[in-house]
């Protein structure tokens, strides 16, 4: 079975960095675009970055310069770069991927279980 798991939240100061990782696993054929979300007490699920195949990149305006999304070498991984956090960066981050997993002809839509980003003094 085809899964996500994200790693590498936790507590840091304003203007501190952290680094989300996510790696997926399983029966695994093809993996497509890689995202990252996120979801604040009382907000409304925002994408936050997004990286194709090729490598092309996009970003939600208020991260723009402060976070970098990337590949791993190997394709079934994707980081989340995070400088200059802020405290309204607080949220839930959930990685997000499009799938063909080896079981079917199509790619399905999986969701990690999300990791807990605190930026507090």
């Known amino acids: 079975q085809v899964q996500l798991v994200e790693s590498g939240g936790g507590l840091v100061q304003p203007g501190g960095s952290l680094r989300l990782s996510c790696a997926a696993s399983?029966?695994?054929?093809?993996?497509?675009?890689m995202r990252w979300y996120r979801q604040a007490p009382g907000k409304q699920r925002e994408l936050v970055a997004t990286i194709g195949r090729g490598g092309s990149t996009n970003y939600e305006d208020s991260v723009k310069g402060r976070f970098a999304i990337s590949r791993g070498n190997a394709e079934n991984t994707v980081y989340l770069q995070m400088t200059s956090l802020k405290p309204e960066d607080t949220a839930v981050y959930y990685c997000?991927?499009?799938?063909?997993?080896?079981?079917?002809?199509?790619?399905?839509?999986?969701w990690g279980q999300g990791t807990q980003v605190t930026v507090s003094s």
């Open positions: 399983g029966s695994i054929f093809e993996i497509n675009a």
């Open positions: 997000h991927a499009d799938i063909r997993s080896t079981r079917s002809l199509i790619y399905d839509v999986y």
